[in-house]
């Protein structure tokens, strides 16, 4: 539990000081007809702040589903829970999605628009194919006995996958909104795509968290940490 808490402590620190450093604690209303500092010239957009909040908010809550996850572990007899292989095709195509999205990103500070609708295309297909195999991923597991009502493990990986499922979803309408707008100014664009490629990349450290877990690796680093801390 200490481990846990130390790591939201140091997270929250962290999103503290980003904050601080892109001056959300300025005081615009003194600063009336004088001309902005230096240092708040060419400050990151308020929209890239805004999803580092959300991303934020977010890494707590898969951190607090992940601690509950370990300490559930140490209550009682635990029956592991088996992954088909289908999650390593399901984690090679959000992989190929966050290339192809860095891919487009590039495109756009080209301004290379056909090359960028072709990456966009790519990589909805490949997020749509994970989605679509975390689906199969569930079907396998029901299929061999392990349903959500089954154990805690299996309860703990449909709520954690679809819960990331459901944050996917919500990238992909993102995406088809920045899609839409391809021919719109093009710093707009960058920006848009590079909240897309940010987005994206965590929700790929995310799900590489989870198999951490899941695969029981979680155990042995917990472990160690103890022992350090002991």
């Known amino acids: 539990m200490s481990v846990i808490l130390a790591f939201l402590v140091a997270l929250i620190l962290v999103a503290f000081w980003w904050l601080v450093g892109q001056g959300v604690m300025s005081r615009p209303w003194l600063e009336t007809g004088a001309a902005p500092p230096e240092r708040m010239q060419g ?30 572990m140490d209550l009682e007899i635990w029956s592991a829970l088996t992954l088909p292989p289908i999650v390593w095709a399901n984690t090679a195509l959000l992989v190929l999605a966050s290339v192809f999205l860095h891919r487009a ?40 006995g ?22 996917i979803l919500g990238g992909l309408c993102a995406l088809g909104m920045v899609a839409m707008r391809a021919e719109a100014d093009i710093g707009r664009l960058r920006l848009r795509l590079g909240l897309c490629v940010t987005y994206w990349d965590f929700l790929l450290l995310v799900w590489g968290g989870l198999l951490f877990l899941f695969l029981g690796w979680a155990n042995q680093l917990v472990g160690i940490c103890r022992g350090i801390l002991t």
Request: hydrophobic share 55%.
């Open 43 to 72: 400050r990151v957009p308020v929209e890239r702040i805004g999803l580092g909040v959300f991303l934020a908010v977010v890494g707590a809550l898969f951190a607090l589903f992940g601690s509950a996850f370990v300490m559930r």
């Open 146 to 167: 392990d349903g959500l009502a089954t154990g805690p493990a299996a309860s703990f990986f449909y709520l954690l996958s679809g819960l990331h499922g459901l944050h």
């Open 105 to 144: 990103a590039a495109g756009a500070r080209r301004d290379d628009r056909l090359g960028l609708q072709r990456d966009l295309g790519v990589a909805a297909l490949a997020t749509m194919g994970f989605l679509a195999g975390q689906l199969l991923t569930w079907r396998e597991l029901t299929a061999t």
